[in-house]
């Protein structure tokens, strides 16, 4: 498997309303047109299908063929006995078995666009043969369990050229090592359709705001949140924390109620005496909820977890406002069921050096009771994001690498 860091493909597609060309980073779902000046949401559920056009080496008019290939990117967390494990993973591997073709996309590929599969493609498409859930499998390996969050899951078909028994590459023309005999696709492109809705309010019908790669919208004329979930705008509580004025940045947070099957968690006793919080446990901590925070955007894995530790044992009380604050919002590019993913790391990272915690935790299911999205407004100072009553900071650049993940 080929090990990549932080590039985005570039994807190239029409405006649904009038047609022009636009070009969207993987890691987008808002099209946003500057020839009508319409922004429209992509909805590709259950993952985006794309094809990379044959170059123009083409040798002698061959017919094409393509090879799918899955790509996944995200943040890895191993639950193993020793801590929470994490990294980033970039990877492309090969989606059909038993057939001797380049193992992963590579490199060269970096430098093409992708298009979204659609209708009457010609060419010939190799059908799948192993699942994203064997890929996802393959990926995470024998061993500690694993949980992936924030992640790109793609189908990718490569072009091929095939003359009788020689495979030449698609991108470059290059004559392959490799007997192309076994190459039987005779299948037309996968049926594939894209979906679109207009990114206005549901409730008042004014434009929605919101970068690009946000899966939250905000509406300012009625003061609302909404998340694109399953080709649908779906209304969020949204509160804030902290007043914003003279704040650079909003970040947005996952707040949770958590239910667990066999941890004892429910309360802010129970994080006091599990994060071994220098407290003494007071009669009304016993009835008082805890909530459990996570970026809702993507960051380093270590980062991600430092962060949803210190915003976690805060315990903040955010309110609701009558307003929308004018400070800029961060993106929330992590949907909340991969926040509800991270509370097991989370907890595993509050509960350090406590063996029979993590051994409880590694099988713990746990379900989501409660949520809003929070914003804890940031204040720059150099090269970093300050919160200053939560006394932490942000690098900016891992903020900007985020961004690519
Ligand atoms: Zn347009
Ligand atoms: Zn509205």
């Known amino acids: 498997m080929a090990v990549v860091s932080g590039y985005n493909f570039q994807i190239d597609l029409l405006c649904p309303q009038c047609g022009a060309p636009a070009v969207l980073e993987e890691t987008q779902t808002i099209i946003k047109c500057d ?28 017919s094409v063929v393509y090879v799918p290939y899955w790509r996944f990117k995200g943040l890895e967390f191993s639950l193993g006995e020793k801590s929470p494990g994490f990294r980033v993973m970039d990877r492309s591997h090969l989606a059909v078995d038993k057939i001797r073709l380049p193992l992963s996309i590579g490199l060269r590929s970096q430098t093409q666009t992708l298009k979204f599969i659609r209708e009457n493609l010609v060419g010939k498409f190799l059908p799948p043969t192993i699942s994203r859930k064997e890929m996802l499998q393959q990926i995470a390996g024998t061993g500690e369990k694993k949980i992936y969050i924030g992640e790109i899951f793609s189908l990718i078909f490569m072009p091929f050229f095939q003359d009788a028994d ?58 609302t949140f909404w998340v694109i979930h399953h080709k649908k705008l779906i209304k ?127 099988k713990e299911k746990v379900t989501l009771n409660a949520f809003t999205l929070v914003y804890l407004p940031f204040q720059t100072s150099g090269s970093e994001y300050v919160q200053d009553t939560l006394c932490f900071s942000l690098p900016k650049n891992s903020l900007k690498f985020g961004r690519r993940l």
Not at 45 to 58: I, Q, S, T
Not at 185 to 214: H, I, K, M, Q
Not at 237 to 263: N, V
Request: with cysteine; aromatic share 10%; glycine share 6%.
């Open 35 to 62: 020839f009508c000046r319409t922004r429209n949401i992509l909805h590709s559920h259950p993952y985006p299908c794309f094809y990379m056009a044959p170059g123009l080496k083409n040798p002698a008019g061959l």
């Open 166 to 223: 020689i495979l030449y590459d698609g991108l470059s023309g290059k004559k392959l090592a490799i007997t192309a005999s076994t190459l039987m696709a005779d299948t037309p492109a996968p049926v594939y359709r894209l979906e679109y809705t207009p990114s206005l309010c549901p409730n008042c019908g004014w434009d929605l705001r919101g970068d690009a790669d946000s899966l939250v919208l905000q509406c300012n004329h009625c003061n």
């Open 236 to 362: 969020v509580k949204g509160m804030f924390f902290d007043s914003c004025p003279g704040a650079d940045l909003c970040l947005p947070f996952w707040r949770m109620q958590i239910g667990f099957k066999t941890l004892e968690c429910g309360t802010y006793a129970h994080l006091i005496k599990l994060a071994n919080i220098p407290e003494s446990i007071q009669e009304e901590h016993k009835h008082q909820a805890v909530y459990f925070y996570v970026p809702a955007f993507k960051i380093n894995p270590k980062l991600f977890l430092r962060i949803a530790r210190q915003t976690t044992l805060a315990q903040i009380e955010p309110t609701r406002t009558d307003k929308m604050p004018t400070t800029q919002f961060y993106p929330a590019t992590l949907p909340l069921e991969e926040g509800l993913q991270a509370v097991v790391p989370l907890l595993m990272d509050l509960c350090a050096n406590k063996k029979e915690i993590w051994i409880l935790l590694a």
